[in-house]
């Protein structure tokens, strides 16, 4: 009885030890970047978008789970600080055109945000309460 489950047993230490094999030929052969390696060039590129756009950028923090990039900003009226999160798993033009939008929406009806999240499935502002 002691020979089949010997058997058995070493047929599934087999079948383990080649299964492991060639998840780690697979791994090993496609060159991958890890996370922040990737998201480096993203985030790169919407600084340097924020920039041309005349957006000055304060205390830059930057979260390579999410792909998030949140940041500071200086409200040009009010002298308030606005934080904003965008992603790099977004359009980063479409990110700054609706940044700018809704500042010049919000300059133009005098309210005073306070968070922009444009990094969400749905995008949203809070406002400040006085």
């Known amino acids: 009885m002691k020979q089949p489950s010997k ?9 383990l030890f080649s299964a ?12 991958h970047k890890s996370i922040p390696e990737q998201n480096k060039d993203e985030f790169a590129m919407l600084l340097s978008l924020l920039q041309l ?6 205390k830059i923090t930057t979260n390579h789970l999410f792909h998030h990039l949140t940041f500071e900003l200086t409200s040009p009226n009010t002298k308030d600080t606005i934080t904003i999160r965008l992603t790099s798993q977004k359009n ?7 940044l700018q939008n809704t500042i010049r929406t919000a300059n133009i009806k005098g309210t005073t945000i306070k968070f922009i999240d444009l990094a969400a499935k749905h995008p949203y502002a809070t406002l400040k309460n006085y």
Request: aromatic share 24%; charged share 5%; no cysteine.
């Open 7 to 15: 058997r058995l047993a070493l047929a599934l230490f087999g079948s």
């Open 53 to 58: 756009h005349h957006f000055s950028t304060n």
């Open 92 to 98: 980063p033009y479409y990110q700054v055109q609706s």
């Open 20 to 31: 492991a094999l060639l998840v780690y030929n697979i791994f090993s052969y496609y060159p």
